[in-house]
């Protein structure tokens, strides 16, 4: 069956850090896959685009790769703040899907 | 300027009651969407129109219905309200359906915090 999974529910690093969260994908043939930051009482932000022939994006002091063999793309943010404490879904758009799917998050903590 | 907005944002109210949910966005965009996120915070699409077109209609109860008097506003209602329907609802658009990449980036409104008693 198809699946994407974030393996953490939640994660607590040091302030300036290097975060690393884990999205996996089973049974898809995608055509790219997105990061989203949501913060309590809110709905979900675009924070970066990656498409299935890429290997890495950055932006600011976030960066996605994207491995298709090991289906999986990892989200880092470098030099972490407590600013950036949130959770993150990862979403996945399959190349002959009409909709994205979304994993079901990982809740970051990042303490002073 | 708000981009995507939803009324009510929270909504408490008895089993067996009918409830409607609003949306509008002024993005100029094509596709609405309705999601429903439950207390694990999995969102699941439930409703996608492009242009008042039903595109996406998941496996949801047809106590849901959905309308779309035009491209800018996407409204949800529920009838016979169940204890399971508790959850957040979010609205979202987004530029296209199928554009790829970027056009079908999605714009998500604040949430409608639904609570059945």
């Known amino acids: 069956s198809q699946k994407i999974e974030q393996n953490s529910e939640a994660l607590n690093i040091q302030e300036g850090k290097t975060a690393t969260l884990t999205c996996n994908y089973t049974n898809y043939s995608p055509a790219y896959l997105q990061w989203y930051r949501q913060d309590p009482g809110r709905g979900p932000v675009f924070l970066l685009l990656?498409?299935?022939?890429?290997k890495e994006k950055r932006k600011e002091r976030l960066k996605v790769t994207f491995d298709t063999t090991l289906k999986q793309s990892l989200f880092h943010i470098t030099a972490s703040q407590p600013a950036d404490s949130a959770t993150y879904l990862c979403a996945l758009k399959a190349s002959s899907a009409s909709k994205i799917i979304f994993g079901s998050g990982t809740r970051l903590s990042i303490r002073p | 300027d708000t981009a995507v907005s939803q009324t009510p944002k929270y909504l408490v109210t008895q089993m067996g009651n009918d409830k409607s949910i609003k949306c509008e966005q002024n993005l100029g965009h094509d596709t609405m969407y309705w999601y429903k996120q439950d207390s694990k915070k999995f969102l699941k699409i439930m409703f996608s129109y492009n242009n008042k077109e039903l595109i996406i209609n998941e496996t949801v109860p047809n106590r849901f219905s959905p309308k779309s008097p035009d491209k800018a506003h996407l409204n949800l209602h529920i009838n016979s309200l169940e204890l399971g329907d508790s959850a957040v609802y979010f609205c979202a658009s987004s530029q296209e359906s199928f554009g790829g990449g970027h056009r079908e980036t999605q714009y998500f409104g604040p949430g409608t915090r639904l609570l059945v008693l």
């Open positions: 990656i498409r299935e022939n890429e």
